[in-house]
């Protein structure tokens, strides 16, 4: 299937929410014509060395707000994932020939390591001091993608979890992430709290 291309400094996950400024003639253009048949455009991690083969299918939630000159914000939803088979410049903004694919059958998650997850995930948001976000976590279904797209993390890693095909492994990946960087933030919890208590008159 032919899919119109926006390439940005992003990994959109599906689930997750992305508000996007658009002020690019071929991107008015594109998305002129997604919202006339009602159809999304595919969202791809741009890079130096090019684009990453996996990305996520953007559906347009609503137009925010459009300009005089064309302009206009817009909230996004991402939805399925593709991998990239073939690129077309035939037109002023970029195409490509996709295949859409979905988590292998049998590969979810158990609920115990998304409580894992999910705790280890509050757990790196308090300590480095991040807001959290009001979002209803339903641990009956997978929410690792959920996650993911809450963390400032290295967009090399988050690629690595749109791009698996098994939600366990990208839950344990998840927690593994998490668990590498709570040691440094506790130890920086811990001597924010000593400090704190220097030189207080008793």
């Known amino acids: 299937m032919k899919v119109p291309l926006f390439p940005l400094h992003v990994v959109l996950f599906p689930g997750t929410p992305l508000p996007l400024h658009i002020f690019e003639e071929r991107y008015k253009e594109m998305i002129g014509e997604c919202l006339a048949q009602g159809s999304g455009f595919g969202v791809v991690r741009a890079q130096r060395e090019g684009l ?98 809450a963390l400032p993390a290295d967009l090399g890693f988050k690629q690595q979890l749109l791009a698996l095909r098994s939600d366990t492994k990208r839950t344990e990946l998840l927690c593994e992430f998490y668990k590498t960087m709570l040691p440094k933030l506790r130890a920086g919890a811990h001597a924010t709290r000593t400090a704190a208590g220097n030189g207080r008159i008793m």
């Open 52 to 149: 990453s083969v996996v990305g996520c299918m953007a559906s347009i939630v609503r137009v925010l707000h459009q300009y005089s000159d064309g302009r206009m914000d817009i909230l996004c939803q991402g939805g399925e994932r593709f991998e990239i088979e073939h690129l077309d410049n035939s037109r002023t903004f970029l195409q490509a020939e996709v295949d859409f694919f979905a988590d292998d059958d049998g590969c979810e998650s158990t609920k115990h390591l998304r409580e894992e997850c999910l705790a280890l995930h509050f757990e790196v948001l308090e300590l480095a001091g991040m807001e959290q976000p009001q979002i209803h976590f339903d641990l009956g279904g997978p929410i690792a993608f959920q996650l993911a797209a």
